[in-house]
């Protein structure tokens, strides 16, 4: 892209809002800000349409795997135009693409995949997860595999908004379920109280921002 600066500069500038104004100002994640704040979080823009992302994402990834002080880190994808689905087996052929690059047991992140479409579901906390997730753009949280030591230890530090959903291997279920069921839990009880209508107006707000902002760029292409 001939503006990829312009790509990445409203991709991250949205990111943060979500971030901000959503996680944090809602209370999604009790280490989403500290871990913002102590530099463990990393957004980067892969500014590829789907058909060309796979190595892009892959090489993000070795870069984020290099610094060791980021434990979360987000690819978000500003050009996707990809839906729910669509986007999460992209997300699986970039978990398999990247498991093959490294031995079994070694494998440094666990993905997990966030999109900006998903209808609120108050039916069950679970059920809710996918409507908290709806970041601006089609986006990958990676989780470096060693904060699950955190986890095990019942003393999570420096975590994002992490889903917990992916932590389904080798973990014992005393430790994890209870953790993802208080924090789901607590999530549900945040939007009965503040109103599923506001959330969901806030989040609007992003998107209407998004579009607009992004046709501005895809006009000066």
């Known amino acids: 892209m001939s503006n990829t600066k312009g790509w990445e500069r409203e991709a991250l500038r949205l990111y943060e809002r979500y971030e901000l104004e959503i996680v944090e100002a809602c209370g999604l994640c009790p280490w989403a800000e500290r871990a913002r704040l102590e530099g ?19 090489a993000a990834m070795k870069e984020i795997e290099a610094n060791l002080q980021v434990e979360v880190a987000l690819l978000i994808y500003p050009l996707f135009d990809l839906d729910r689905v669509a986007f999460e087996a992209f997300v699986t052929r970039v978990r398999e693409a990247n498991a ?18 998903a209808p609120p579901d108050l039916t069950t906390p679970e059920r809710l997860i996918p409507f908290l997730r709806r970041t601006p753009d089609p986006t990958i949280q990676l989780l470096r595999s060693d904060t699950l030591d955190h986890v095990r230890g019942r003393a999570p530090q420096g975590t994002q908004f992490v889903d917990l959903e992916v932590f389904d291997f080798s973990t014992p279920a005393d430790v994890i379920a209870p953790l993802r069921e208080r924090i789901a839990r607590a999530n549900l009880g945040t939007v009965q109280q ?23 760029l895809a006009a000066r292409e």
């Open 100 to 117: 093959s690059r490294h031995a079994v047991g070694e494998i440094p992140f666990v993905m997990a995949a966030f999109h900006p479409d």
């Open 40 to 58: 463990h979080v990393q957004p980067r823009v892969v500014v590829a349409k789907p058909a060309a992302a796979l190595e892009p994402s892959l």
């Open 194 to 216: 503040l109103g599923v209508g506001e959330l969901d107006r806030r989040l609007r707000d992003i998107r209407r921002d998004r579009d607009e902002a992004y046709r501005a």
